[in-house]
């Protein structure tokens, strides 16, 4: 229990810690449509603390937020071969 | 349709120029096409390796696995061509990151068939934190570089 304690906080203060700078970085740039994956990556991580600390890890409902982090990633991905911002375009 | 002479009236060199662009356009998608389908195929085979030091892929954890070697192979895709891209002083952010994450997923399936040895318990703080800590870090480096690339 304690284990499971320690790594559910670690994951609420990295989920806090994604959307609160996501939160911040898009009030700052103007920019909502580049961090909002990252939103949704905070958001999931929580939602991953909370399923942990509850101890469910039902197969289907564990597949769908797996599934969540690859539609993510795949949402990033788009973002940075869309805009190539090395090459400053 | 007819072809569209392009070249008529046109500097020598620019034509060069153009058509290199146009072949840059043309065979830059296939390649990464083809870098993806080979990452792919890879995670494959990584599956397969991973999962026979334990009980075998037919008694494999597919609801967790499946989704890790998807991001692994996104992610991993996605290195190769940053790293091919032409580099500048904030790229190192973004490799770290991607880095991190498809290391993180890597790690996470074979601690995955690990577990699935001991029915009823977990593996312990220990084994999950550090994959955790790499995401979740991962995902910062990512977010710092898009920060500062986005003008």
Known sequence: MNDILIYTLTEVLLGILVLWKACGYMVNKKKMAVFLPFYFVGATLLFHAGLTFCQVYFNLLWFGLEATYVLLMIWIAKTLMGVNYAAGR | MPAINRTRGKDPMKIGR????????????????????????????????????????????????????????????????????????????????????????????????LQALTPGESLGLVFWEPPIIMLGLGFLFILQYFWERVK
């Open chain 2, 18 to 113: 153009v058509r290199a662009e146009e072949a840059a356009a043309k065979f830059r998608v296939p390649c990464f096409l083809a870098k993806a389908l080979l990452v792919a195929a890879l995670m494959i085979v990584y599956f397969f390796v991973v999962t026979s030091f334990f009980q075998g892929w037919q008694k494999a954890k597919f609801f967790d696995d499946l989704p890790d070697l998807v991001f692994a192979t996104v992610s991993i895709t996605l290195l190769c061509y940053v790293l091919c891209m032409k580099r500048s002083p904030g790229d190192k952010n973004l490799i770290i990151g991607l880095s991190l994450v498809s290391l993180t997923k890597l790690i996470e399936i074979p601690l995955q068939e």
